[in-house]
């Protein structure tokens, strides 16, 4: 009996039989496309999933013009508290922007990415949205532009974008049909009028699917985010991603519906729920067997400042920009440095995981069926265990199985509660915490106190200090092997008898 | 005649370079439109661009003083929708 175990060595990894990304350990996730698209999302922490342990971003809130009304959107933009996307603190102009940019380059040394997210839509600020680009290509030459648009007027601009050297567009494409779209979309405008229901459904999505070919054809990277919301386009999300993958596009992110009455949109006023974690998961790997999903979006605001997991933007205000003093030269010339080391670092680790998963392979010449186990890690970047469990406002999920161990997405444990109507008062942040990780066995982190500890081994979540600053992934399958060693994981004992007796 | 921006506007641009008479400006707290030049794009356009853009329901009055865009006539929300939802809010 010969399986392959994928992510054995980084050449063999590469090489992965599998086309899906639900094959595959989860820094495999690109490993099968094209060398060129893999160099461009090497080091875009939204885009490649083991860059995101390593790399940061920041996106200026430029853009306040939308041509669209999305029900999961309130157009009153203006809080401060929320951490969800539309939400910004401060508009900026171009120029208060790249001085912004500039300031957090000098500052945050694994910034990579800088993109325009809104608060509206970048494209409908078209003059805004150039002009910032224009000024870092030229004083940022360094930092990796990108953008993204609902796609209504994405075709009309597609020449624009290729002339400021953006090579990442992010379309957000929640429909391909207008049905669907109606109930999405109470209007859009469009040939200078406002066009509601069905019909501008059916404009946006034409335009959509319109711009993404245009793109793909000059080469630019199109990832396609869509909001996943229940009983309106769950069922039909899989579709989507047949179509847009169809079209061009190279990733899908399927995020959840964040839908809070106080947050005033159509969905949160009307009561719309948002998908639980497993149906989230559950869409996530129907959509995988035809494209590569996106697991590891945070969600996060159009003035986002830092790794995906943190918001720094308090540290960035305009007013603290403004007596800055920058030295974008020799702060370029940290970042390189910087850049480098940690490009070491994840070439050591690769090295590392690679003998992780031989020790996992090892475990399956017992010919033994082990299921499945969900583990929850706390990080605070660098792709190792090096977070206190208290310290922890999210934690990475894992999934390990007999062939892999593979990133399944994230749990916030402090802003939101998960669960809408579920969610007590008398709630303590532990049980929250510990409702959060439902379906996790584990938690892996560098440290975590008693009374958690009790907590959660009540709970059936085995928690785990042992594997401090190891990397996330070879921590994970030791764990593993170590459930599988010690016979938690033998539920499907009998068919692996049966098979190896074929 | 002309229409009016009042309070509720969010100051988000989107109507200003729609209007053909430049009659929008940017001012705070809140963008206004200049009654001299406003011309409810008569002759230019079907619909009026600044109402036919505006995502904020009430942030414009027509020339007879009322919402342009009236409550739950953009965001779909039934006014009476939202004021139970808000009084809910309010008694948490």
Known sequence: MELTVIGQT????????CSSSGCGGSSDQLSHLPEH????????????????????RMHVAVAPACNIQCHYCNRKYDCSNESRPGVVSEVLTPDQAV????????????????????????????ERTFETFRQL????????????????????????????????????????????????????????????????????IKQQQKGLKMLTERGILVKVNSVMIPGVNDAHLEEVSKVVKANGAFLHNVMPLIAEAEHGTFYGVMGQRGPTHGELQALQDQCAGDMNMMRHCRQCRADAVGMLGEDRGDEFTMDKVENMEIDYESAMQRRAEYHASIEANREAQKQQSGQA????????????????????????????INQHFGHAKEFLVYEASM???????????????????????????????????EGCEAVLCSKIGYEPWEQLETAGIQPNGEHAMEPIEEAVAAVYAEMAGNGQLDEARETAQLQIGA | MAYEIIESCVNCWACEPLCPSQAIFDARPHFRIDAKKCTECEGDFADPQCVSIC??????????????????????????????????????
């Not at chain 1, 980084?10 to 039989?17: K, L, N, Q, T």
């Open chain 1, 137 to 204: 290509t030229e004083k940022a030459p360094d930092i990796k532009l990108c953008v993204s648009t609902n796609g209504l007027t994405l075709p009309d601009q597609v020449e624009e974008l290729c002339k400021h050297n953006i090579d990442h567009v992010t379309i957000t494409i929640n429909c391909v049909d207008p049905d669907v779209g109606a109930k999405i979309y109470p209007w859009i405008f469009w040939n200078n009028r406002r066009i509601k229901g069905r019909k501008g459904a059916e404009i946006l």
């Open chain 1, 10 to 17: 980084a050449g063999e990894a590469a090489e992965g039989g």
């Open chain 1, 403 to 437: 062939t892999d161990v593979r990133f399944i997405g994230y749990r916030k444990v402090d802003l939101y509660c998960s669960g809408g109507d579920s969610c007590g008062d008398a709630e303590t942040t532990l049980q929250k915490i510990i409702r959060a990780l």
């Open chain 1, 37 to 56: 698209i893999r160099a461009k999302v090497h080091n875009h922490p939204c885009y490649s999933e083991e860059a995101h342990h390593h790399f940061a």
């Open chain 2, 55 to 92: 995502p904020i329901e009430g942030a414009i009055l027509s020339p007879f003083g009322e919402a342009a865009n009236p409550p739950g006539s953009l965001t779909g929300i039934r006014p009476e929708r939202m004021a139970e939802v808000m009084a809910e809010i309010q008694a948490r």
């Open chain 1, 357 to 384: 998963f031989v020790a996992l392979s090892s475990l399956q010449l017992k010919k033994k069926e082990t299921r499945p186990v969900l583990m929850a890690v706390a990080t605070s970047g660098g792709g190792v």
């Open chain 1, 99 to 126: 001085k912004k940019v500039m300031a957090v380059a000098a500052n945050i040394p694994q910034m990579t990415v800088l993109g325009i997210a809104g608060p509206g839509d970048p494209l409908a600020n078209p």
